[in-house]
């Protein structure tokens, strides 16, 4: 079974300062991977997978098979990136996406 | 835009009562999914179905089931509700992927408290 660990539940940055969501993963073969994004009193949405390769809000992650991580990043937080961050893999059939325990980031002024 | 509807914001039911949360997606997608939403312990997969009358159990069935009669609504029914039912249920749809992965999307989610 495939397994996605995101060590921080809570993650503090001050405004503009760079930011890093980690997110480890355990699978085998190619896995596919998403970040999702919940903001406060909107629904999970996705923010980025990385078959893409794009930047969204600002936000990138690399796929490291060697690490088997899917770290998310931004260069200058911003207060509107204050929200829940899942990391999800996708397996299994079906489309089935494992999430992640999340990452709450709080930006602070 | 995809829209995936959950009947209930808020719903409050009893123990031993049978629950039904309703999900409906406007865009024909294959895929539907149930989820539960507890702090700390992220999105579990409760029940998906990929076809209409077909359903495949997720990580944790157990007290659940699901109801797919046609192809834009999904059902999950608590048989006999319990308190450590207590959560946020989410719903979520896709298309079918054909061996490449289809970003979910998800309803606004029903939070349900069982006294």
């Known amino acids: 079974a495939q397994r996605v660990t995101q060590p921080e539940k809570l993650l503090s940055v001050f405004k503009g300062a760079p930011v890093e969501l980690k997110c480890n993963y355990s699978?085998?073969?190619?896995?596919?991977l998403f970040w999702y994004v919940q903001y406060s009193r909107q629904r999970l949405q996705l923010l980025l997978r990385?078959?893409s390769r794009e930047s969204i809000k600002g936000f990138t992650a690399d796929l490291n098979k060697g690490e088997t991580s899917f770290h998310l990043k931004k260069p200058f937080a911003q207060e509107e990136d204050s929200a829940m961050y899942y990391c999800?893999?996708?397996?299994?059939?079906?489309?089935?996406?494992?999430f992640g325990t999340g990452t709450q980031l709080k930006v602070e002024l | 835009d995809v829209k995936v509807t959950q009947s209930s914001r808020y719903l409050v039911k009893r123990t031993g009562e049978k629950v039904f949360l309703e999900c409906v997606q406007d865009?024909?997608?294959?895929?539907m999914f149930w989820y539960r939403q507890d702090p700390g312990l992220g999105l579990r997969l409760i029940y998906f179905?990929?076809?209409?009358?077909?359903?495949e159990k997720g990580d944790i069935p157990e007290g659940y089931s699901v109801s797919r009669e046609k192809k834009e609504r999904f059902s999950l029914i608590l048989e006999s509700a319990s308190t450590n039912q207590t959560s946020m249920y989410l719903c979520?749809?896709?298309?079918f992927g054909q061996g490449k992965g289809q970003p979910q999307h998800f309803g606004d989610g029903t939070r349900l408290s069982i006294l």
């Open positions: 990385h078959i």
């Open positions: 979520a749809s896709s298309f």
């Open positions: 179905s990929y076809d209409v009358k077909m359903k």
């Open positions: 865009m024909d997608h294959e895929n």
């Open positions: 699978y085998s073969g190619s896995p596919e």
């Open positions: 999800a893999p996708l397996g299994g059939g079906g489309n089935k996406l494992t």
